[in-house]
């Protein structure tokens, strides 16, 4: 059976390369998962008896995203049958496709493997592949793709140096930026370019490894301002604990995490100026009190807490003063988003102070929560404040103020007011 396909240069030089392991580090839209599926199917048809090929994700969703419904699509000539609940695909030679997540682990065992896909494997267990795609490939010898925009210098980026080093030719690496891709506009790229933080253009567009991590923030992006006239107020808070500290003269406070609490104002174009961030080692009714009194002066129009047992411990004493101050809010779950705690920080925070759309109140000083964010992600040094921060991206909604002035009206019955 004859497939015509057209790949782009790049795709070409990687399909013909004898290696066995693959490792294509890639930025957004550089071919990298059309690519994998072209080879899904073509390995499919060349399969011993007995045997599959596997497409594997993060997640059982971003599986159906990227391969399912292009699998179809592009094999739809070759397909005998599809069974999207066990997301199976059955070609017309009898040969399988099975599409699965590295979420579960127990469905991909027992598999005898001609060929696997693992798609943006940095965010995929290293085991996955280690302890059961490589094994399930021994019996045929077979190959692997493993494709991947970088998510720091973790096992993706092992395998990736490994394939470049030269020193085992069953593997090699290619590195590719979406620029290799001629169906993009470089004006787009370029456009992204200058909206994008860095952390977010290196790491997505130009698949850079060192990136993450190094210089996330600069210290020359730190501005004071005075308070913008427009806008609401948000409240995000990091609970650190409430262990009653200073009444063991033993322990050591510095090195102790701090609950605080961010209150920033979002200005009506989705800017933030940051009016206090306060801070410290509270027990729970001195932390319920000062969320509170937060709210109480601010009138937010969102509050929340991160998500998990201290949200719950403090949640009882802070709805008790509530009621009894006749001050109320919904307060809203914060979470990690399924991210690293450094790359949700990042990718919150680096965008805004880089682009100047975030700006501290100019009649605080600021040297500690500056220290905190200059110096993330350091071993050692606290990143309460900053991680408080960072939650705002949660809550943040631009507020658009009306644009046209109303019409005074002239009242023509006064007793019926119009």
Known sequence: MEISWTLLPWQVECWKDPARFKIIAAGRRCGKSNLAIKLLLA?????????????????????????????????????????????????TTGRKIHVR????????????????????????????????????????????VIISTPDGRNHFYEWFKLGQSGSNLEWKSWHLTTLDNPTIPPEEIEEAKKTLSSFVFKQEFEANFSNAGQEIFKEEWLKTGPEPSHGEYVIAIDLAGFEEVGKDPSASKS????????????????????????????????????????????????????????????????????????????????????????????????????????????????????DQISMFPTAGVHDDLVD????VDQLAISNYAQDYEEEPQEIQDIIIGF
């Open 101 to 144: 997540s590295g979420e579960n682990k127990d469905a991909l065992r027992g598999l005898k493997l001609y060929f696997a896909v693992i798609d943006e494997a940095a965010y995929v267990p290293e085991d996955v592949f280690t302890k059961i795609i490589r094994p399930a490939l021994a019996d045929l010898k077979g190959e692997a």
């Open 255 to 370: 090195r102790l995490d701090e609950s605080a609490i961010a209150i920033v104002k979002v200005t009506d174009t989705g800017g933030w100026w940051v009016k206090e961030i306060l801070h410290g080692r509270w027990d729970i009714r001195a932390t319920a009190s000062k969320i509170l009194l937060a709210v109480r002066d601010h009138k937010p129009i969102a509050v929340g807490i991160e998500k998990g047992a201290l949200k719950n411990a403090v949640l009882p004493y802070l709805t008790d003063l509530m009621r009894k101050n006749n001050v109320y809010t919904h307060i809203h779950d914060l979470t990690h988003a399924n991210r690293r705690k450094q790359d949700r920080i990042a990718w919150s925070l680096q965008g805004r102070l880089e682009h100047g759309r975030i700006s501290f109140n100019d009649a605080l000083e600021w040297k500690e929560a500056f």
């Open 388 to 391: 408080a921060l960072s939650y």
């Open 43 to 91: 390995k499919a048809l060349e399969a011993p008896e007995g045997s599959a090929v596997v497409y594997v994700a993060p997640t059982l969703g971003q599986a159906r995203q990227i391969c399912w419904d292009a699998l179809l699509e592009q094999g739809r000539d070759l397909i005998k049958s599809a069974h999207v609940n066990n997301m199976d695909i059955i070609l």
